[in-house]
């Protein structure tokens, strides 16, 4: 399972780091992405990371802003959110997913709120 931590209210232009701990899977195999989902809207892909290369994929939209991790030993990934503004407002979900055979983890959602 993924367990995720962190969220809440933030100003706008602020930071925030949301953590995801994961268990029950060797996490070290599985890609892990982060999502959001807005009032009203369809859960969108925001940021990923490839296994192999570490390389990171991310919506433009956070493009600079957004930047995500993570520590095997610790079975964590994180978001760290910087300069956030309120269209970031959402929920939000890590994700983990194993490209051998699709098998996929999801966190609870993390609320973020940026507002003033």
């Known amino acids: 399972q993924l367990v995720q931590s962190g969220g809440g209210l933030v100003q706008p232009g602020g930071s925030l780091r949301l953590s995801c701990l994961a268990s029950?899977?060797?996490?070290?195999?599985?890609?892990v992405s982060w999502f959001r989902q807005a009032p009203g809207m369809e859960r969108e892909f925001v940021i990923g990371m490839d296994l192999s290369t570490r390389n990171t994929h991310y919506t433009d939209s956070v493009s600079g802003r957004f930047t995500i991790s993570r520590d095997d030993a610790k079975t964590t990934a994180y978001l760290d959110m910087n300069n956030v503004k309120p269209e970031d407002t959402a929920v939000y979900y890590c994700?983990?997913?194993?490209?051998?055979?699709?098998?996929?983890?999801w966190g609870q959602g993390s609320q973020v709120t940026v507002s003033s």
């Open positions: 029950g899977f060797t996490f070290s195999s599985y890609v």
């Open positions: 994700q983990a997913r194993n490209l051998n055979d699709g098998g996929q983890y």
